[in-house]
């Protein structure tokens, strides 16, 4: 790789990551092409990106985006997204899926380091489109009620009659 590809590459990842939310490091020792492509097409479905990079240039990606730097060691794949929520499932269910092979190792939230655990809890956090689905659900419940009670009183109007 010449000097000026990866001067693209650091310039790409560190607007990349100035711009999104979460990012999150994982090993990916063992992972078949195949398997690996079944990560990049989970990632996609849900507008995550999802790159194999060189540990120094993420590292300067990193310094230059002006986020947290991880340690960086052996082998990375680095999700990252604008979606916080998103990016943690992504990297949360390819853990699930490929065990022992997918491994998540460090990550970033809003450009400052967070604990494995916070991310495996930000994973099992319902979606914004779910939060959403269930704000409605409560907000329509007083007349979904309303609804179904006058329907059983006409019920019992119409039994009492006939």
Do not use: H
């Not at 790409?12 to 195949?34: H, M, P, W």
């Not at 380091?113 to 809890?121: C, K, P």
Request: proline share 1%; charged share 30%.
């Amino acid at each position: 790789m010449t000097r000026t590809e990866k001067e693209a590459i650091v310039a790409k990842l560190s607007d990349d990551f100035k711009a999104s939310e979460a990012i999150i490091v994982c090993d990916y020792k063992g992972l078949t092409c195949q398997q690996l492509e079944e990560v990049r097409a989970l990632a996609l479905e849900n507008d995550v990106k999802v790159r194999v990079v060189k540990n120094t240039l993420a590292g300067i990606a990193m310094k230059n985006a002006e986020v947290d730097e991880l340690e960086l060691v052996d082998t990375n794949i680095f999700v990252w997204g604008a979606d916080q929520i998103n990016t943690c499932k992504v990297a949360d269910k390819s853990a699930e899926k490929f065990k022992d092979k997918f491994v998540v190792k460090s990550g970033l939230l809003e450009g400052k380091q967070v604990s494995l655990d916070t991310i495996n809890a930000m994973a099992k956090l319902p979606s914004r489109d779910e939060l959403i689905g269930m704000l409605l659900s409560v907000w329509t419940a007083p007349a979904r009620n309303f609804v179904t009670g006058l329907d059983n009183l006409r019920d019992k109007k119409e039994q009492e009659s006939a």
